[in-house]
């Protein structure tokens, strides 16, 4: 069974620019959830959309958005890139509110 | 006061031994606690979870939950080499599916 996917792996962007991360959960979960993960901290949670429907949000700023589709895949667009921006972006898909599990990451870096 | 308090580490153990790694929360209100396993440059991996108070044992691989003293804990019997890697502590309460997760303890098991 396919796992959690996520595209791009890698991304390279300027101050300013906008960024829009995808990610396909497992088959059968609804559930998708983002969470942003600088380098030697834990995973911040980000959003989480359930039926296409935002049930939960992080304290991150407007300038992080995100929604889902009717096929449970989902999107994170993140707007007038920071250089804090810079860290790895996960996906986490789950069947229920309680086990997640975590795709590849897209590794965003912001000059 | 952090909401999830993990020792950071680097916690160094010989081959075989018994590596025992320890997380504290804040909020009463928790009710589903995880250990991911994060290798260098890799995304979290789901490898327990634990939902009561007491033992929970996957392998060699023990889950203890003690919500009275809100710490939770993770035991690895017979380390071995493969298990170094960066052990993340999650708590999530009843509302929704948002982790909250420690900063992570880094495991060493030295042959």
Redesign the interface.
Known sequence: DAGVTQSPTHLIKTRGQHVTLRCSPISGHK?V?W?QQVL??????IF?Y?EKEE??R?NFPDRFSARQFPNYSSELNVNALLLGDSA?Y?C?S?LT?????????TRLTVL | QKEVEQNSGPLSVPEGAIASLNCTYSDRGSQSFFWYRQYSGKSPELIMSIYSNGDKEDGRFTAQLNKASQYVSLLIRDSQPSDSATYLCAVKNNQGGKLIFGQGTELSVKP
């Open positions: 559930s959830s969470y030697g901290q834990g995973p911040q949670f989480q359930y049930r939960g992080g790895l996960l986490a789950s509110f309680n086990e997640q599990f975590f795709g590849p990451g």
